[in-house]
């Protein structure tokens, strides 16, 4: 692979998450103003008043709708109907707000409506309908908790794609009880801090997120393949925190709140403010859409489940419905790279240390250079291949764990075959002696490592 090559590769991904964070961070949260705000007002003739003055100031910024009374205007705020309400009778007025949409979304209609009432020569009294715990002055506590949520989904997903010894079954056991866990200490740390009210059916919203982004990121990782980092970062890091309510989704532009009505966190975080501030009203669909994360992931694994089904009656395999662990290759991850052999030498500060390595030698122990040795998955696929330098050696980095099998082969002689257990951290060597084939002479095979039994042969 030439260097040109490795640099493109190894660049391409860090270039587009660096742009993604360079674009959509700042047009997400740079001067945040309304953008269609829901609003409802008392009484047609104020409602017409109001729409007027409030698209002079700030065209597009608010989307008014009449409502009989100020108790109408009122419940459409606590029924999540409308981020504000508005009430006018002769020189007073009442402004609902709820401070839990987030403390800036109220500062900007409180200064709205302001202006409006000095130019009515009115006095305006502000009502905080679903004020937040002192801990919680922004309104914005819950979104940290939500991408502490969110976030550790994706990184569950990318160690389970390295569990190789785990199939589908285990690892989304797995994902529900990481979330759980997580959910657990999570809303224990928040409500006991009293960053926000104590509802245990936060609980489930944080459950949700993170088994919603987990299993996602797990489904669409074949998919994906070496662009799963891309995919899952781009999702739930580029998309998801702009949007998850850090600005209020009212003040955010119009791409970004079509992106929040979507994203796991956006839904996760609009949920925990219906259940914890609005008595669970609007809750409903914020979940729907978690569930429907969940219900897309899932599909996923099935429909790789599916293929492999196929692909192992293609080559007559045994059906993969049993409990069998999944072959290692087709997980995909940030910290997973990719089998590569490498040039036999005493090891530099800097380069990959060789997860396995070996020498092969003739009858007479004298190294056999240009021998073939394979490296295969324990379906039978091959990781990779290299061949012998001058001295026998050979050494090889970036295999899954878990079982292997090392085959050498040379014109002329015997091929070898032989098992090995590949685990983290653990460099593991396989010696190999090609008998000459016409010498009939019986064929070893020095393992010095992690042996699992005798070798195998082939003709």
Not at 295 to 312: F, I, N, P, S
Request: aromatic share 8%; hydrophobic share 45%; charged share 15%.
């Amino acid at each position: 692979m030439s260097v040109a090559r490795i640099l493109v590769e190894t660049l391409t991904i860090p270039a587009v998450l660096f742009l993604g964070l360079l674009f959509s961070f700042p047009m997400a949260f740079h001067q945040p103003q309304p953008h269609h705000a829901k609003l409802v007002i008392a009484g047609p003739a104020v409602e017409r008043t109001v729409d007027t003055a409030l698209q002079g100031q700030r065209p597009g910024g608010f989307d008014v709708t009449a409502v009989p009374d100020a108790r109408a205007a009122r419940r459409a705020v606590l029924d999540r109907d409308a981020v504000a309400g508005f009430a006018a009778k002769g020189r007073h007025a009442v402004l609902y707000v709820a401070k839990a949409n987030g403390a800036a979304l109220e500062q900007a209609l409180t200064k709205g409506f302001t202006q409006l009432g000095a130019h009515n020569h009115q006095t305006l009294t502000i009502t905080d309908l679903a004020p937040t715990v002192s801990k919680d002055g922004s309104g914005t506590t819950l979104v940290y908790f939500g991408i502490a949520w969110n976030v550790p989904g994706y990184i569950l997903a990318t160690t389970l794609l390295r569990a190789v010894t785990f199939n589908r079954r285990k690892k989304l056991i797995t994902i529900a009880g990481g979330a759980g866990l997580f959910s657990a200490v999570g809303f224990l740390v928040g409500a006991g801090l009293d960053f926000f009210p104590d509802d245990p059916r936060a609980l489930a919203i944080a459950f949700l997120l993170t088994t919603a982004v987990a299993t996602f990121s797990l489904g669409m990782a074949p998919f994906v393949k070496h662009f799963f980092p891309l995919a899952g970062l781009g999702l739930f890091v580029v998309l998801s925190v702009p949007s998850s309510g850090l600005v209020p989704v009212q003040l955010l532009p119009g791409f970004f709140q079509a992106v929040h009505a979507v994203m796991p966190l956006g839904n996760a975080v609009d949920a925990l403010r219906g259940v914890l501030y609005f008595d669970g009203a609007g809750v409903l669909k914020q979940v729907l859409v978690l569930c429907g994360w969940i219900a897309a992931g899932t599909a996923l694994l099935g429909l790789d489940a599916w293929h492999h089904h196929r692909t192992a009656v293609r080559r007559g395999a045994q059906d993969e419905t049993q409990d069998t662990p999944e072959p290692p290759v087709e997980d995909p991850s940030l910290e997973t790279p990719a089998p590569t052999a490498l040039p036999v030498h005493p090891h530099r500060f800097g380069e990959p240390l060789p997860m396995l390595e070996g020498t092969v030698h003739d009858g007479e122990q004298q190294p056999v250079r240009h021998a073939a040795v394979t490296v295969m998955d324990t379906g039978g696929r091959q990781l990779v291949r290299t061949t012998t330098n001058a001295r026998g050696e050979y050494a090889v980095t970036g295999l899954p764990e878990g079982y292997i099998s090392v085959v050498v082969s040379h014109p002329g002689r015997d091929p070898l075959v032989h098992q090995k257990l590949l685990q983290s951290g653990v460099a593991v060597r396989a010696d190999f002696t090609l008998r000459d084939r016409r010498n009939g002479t019986a064929v070893r095979t020095d393992a010095h490592l992690l042996d699992i039994g005798p070798a195998r042969h082939g003709s």
